[in-house]
């Protein structure tokens, strides 16, 4: 049990230390973020289609199972310079956390980007359902007392 707990101790250390890293020596990778109350499958397959058909970007990975895509971004203001991006959606309860990032470029592109997707969203997919409102105290009472 003991060499267990080792092993997975080591794989979140090989995780978090990059990160820790990074973030120490002042080179951490910004990036925007947003809640999103569509669900998973609607959010990744929608920024599929917006990095690959919408802005014609190549993609160079992606995995829907972690949550991610990889692509090549260029815009207008770089020329033909291409510069690594990626989009990770993350399950939540009710909602979907989406963060974009694009390192070598100003922030203003990921929250381009972000805004794209939010208006591509709503665009296919309608209004995302809305968050069931609690019973009121007095109905779950009365259920009880029956």
Do not use: W
Not at 101 to 125: F, G, I, N, T, W
Not at 128 to 133: C, D, F, I
């Amino acid at each position: 049990m003991r060499r267990r707990a080792r092993a997975v101790l080591f794989v979140i250390l090989a995780m978090v230390t990059p990160a820790a890293l990074a973030i120490r020596g002042g080179d951490a990778c910004a990036s925007v973020a947003m809640t999103s109350r569509y669900t998973f499958e609607q959010t990744f397959g929608t920024a599929i289609r917006l990095i690959r058909v919408d802005l014609g970007l190549k993609i160079t990975e992606k995995d829907e199972s972690a949550g991610y895509v990889l692509f090549e971004y260029t815009s207008p203001e770089s020329g033909k310079s291409v510069h690594n991006g990626s989009i990770e959606v993350v399950r939540g309860g009710e909602t979907v956390h989406v963060a974009v990032q694009l390192p070598a470029m100003p922030r203003y592109h990921e929250q381009m980007l972000l805004d794209s997707l939010v208006k591509k969203l709503a665009a296919e997919h309608g209004e995302p359902p809305k968050k069931p409102a609690p019973p009121p105290a007095d109905a779950v009472d009365a259920g009880d007392a029956g």
